[in-house]
């Protein structure tokens, strides 16, 4: 029985993370879930959130903007619109996106614009908190 499993997140633009880990957490559609080795194979719908992964008994986290997680043998591959591993976000740059979104839900003048604003404000917010940074 395998130990560990591989872990690897892709966006359209680059191979974010391949690393082999002891456990992956993801933000699914229908709420989070856990993957360990020797897991059965799924598929799932991804929603903005923190996915996070532990190895050596260390915890890592990376933010993923919706997508798809699959897993089959031993391995999680992680399709995002968008993936930031935490280390790497820019916290002034998420800070004044929230900042941004808050000032749009203020001046929403219909639903949508409203709607928009405020999932750009979660994105941010989810993106400060992958980050270690409370809003």
Not at 87 to 104: S, T, V
Request: aromatic share 6%; no cysteine; proline share 3%.
């Amino acid at each position: 029985m395998e130990k560990s499993l591989q872990l690897e997140i892709v966006t359209p633009d680059k191979l974010v993370l391949s690393e082999a880990v002891d456990y992956v957490g993801a933000p699914g559609q229908q709420g989070e879930f856990g993957v360990l080795p020797n897991h059965i194979p799924f598929l799932s719908a991804l929603s903005v959130g923190n996915l996070y992964y532990k190895k050596d008994g260390k915890t890592s986290y990376v933010f993923v903007a919706g997508g798809f997680a699959d897993v089959t043998s031993n391995k999680v591959t992680i399709l995002a619109e968008a993936a930031e591993k935490a280390e790497e976000i820019d916290i002034e740059r998420a800070r004044k996106a929230k900042e941004r979104a808050e000032a749009r839900m203020a001046k929403a003048e219909d639903q949508v614009a409203y709607a928009r604003a405020q999932a750009a404000l979660q994105r941010a917010l989810i993106r400060m908190r992958a980050a270690g940074v409370s809003s």
